[in-house]
């Protein structure tokens, strides 16, 4: 009887160390990055990261991308999360009046000729926008699929007879902000996450909630594109009136070595 009971006990860890295995391995990585940058005093400068340098003065329209990736090789059922910013209520963003947020249009999971939808359940996003006293928000990002799961990124995947290669990554929604005067250079401003409620999750393709702790949530942030410092411009300036006056003394050397020539 004991030998049975420590089977079965054997055979249980066993069970819950593949299982654990298998979380560990798992991943779903949120990603922020600053896609575009127009107007405003100054301009901005680094697009294409999750980190952006804008001109004093503010007034730049600003879009943030917002993707999605994913190892699991059962797919993703569901995704659902939110956006946070300006938490530290420096009020340094607001949305940019008329262009809402928006979530892709989803994507067509099947590579044959039938058609698997996996993308928005419902159309729109719920906005909340900063001011000095309320951080901002935008609930909720979210896509599912009715007969067909997500693939994992980048591997490939075969329905019925047919098989293709997943994306890299999948952009799924775009906010778009406006930078309010000079931005603080305090660290992210932009964070995603499960914010709303009971509302917000992710469950793969054979339908177990994602755990939290297998998520990485990107971040997003802005800082004022960097001005010489005094002493840095003073310095420069020495170095260019230096220049001047030396080629100013090979012109009058030349000339007195002619002249004396002559």
């Not at 952006?52 to 699991?72: K, N, P, S, W």
Request: glycine residues 16%; negative net charge; proline residues 5%.
């Amino acid at each position: 009887m004991k030998n049975r009971i420590a089977f079965g006990l054997a055979v249980a860890a066993l069970v819950w160390l593949a299982g654990a295995t298998k979380d560990a391995t798992a991943a779903v990585t949120i990603s922020l990055e600053w896609g575009a940058c127009g107007g405003g005093a100054g301009g901005c400068t680094a697009t294409g990261g999750n980190l952006i340098a804008v001109g004093a003065g503010g007034g730049q329209t600003l879009r943030l991308d917002v993707y999605l990736r994913h190892d699991l090789t059962q797919g993703l059922e569901s995704h659902t999360f939110s956006l946070n910013f300006d938490t530290a209520l420096d009020n340094e963003l607001s949305f940019t009046a008329g262009m809402a947020p928006v979530e892709w249009a989803g994507s067509d999971v099947d590579p044959g000729t039938g058609v698997s939808s996996y993308g928005p359940f419902t159309a729109g996003l719920t906005i909340q926008e900063s001011t000095p006293s309320q951080a901002g928000r935008v609930n909720s990002f979210e896509s599912g699929g009715l007969t067909g799961v997500l693939p994992a990124n980048g591997l490939a995947y075969t329905v019925g007879t047919s098989t293709a290669t997943a994306p890299a990554r999948y952009r799924v929604g775009q906010v778009f902000f406006t930078a309010i005067n000079t931005p603080i250079d305090d660290g992210s401003d932009v964070f995603s996450g499960l914010f709303n409620g009971l509302f917000d999750l992710i469950v793969d393709g054979v339908s177990v909630t994602v755990p939290p702790g297998t998520i990485t949530f990107g971040t997003a942030g802005l800082y004022p594109v960097a001005i010489p410092e005094p002493g840095t411009s003073s310095l420069l300036g020495l170095g260019l009136l230096g220049l001047v006056l030396a080629a100013r003394g090979r012109r009058r050397s030349k000339a007195f070595i002619r002249a004396r020539a002559d």
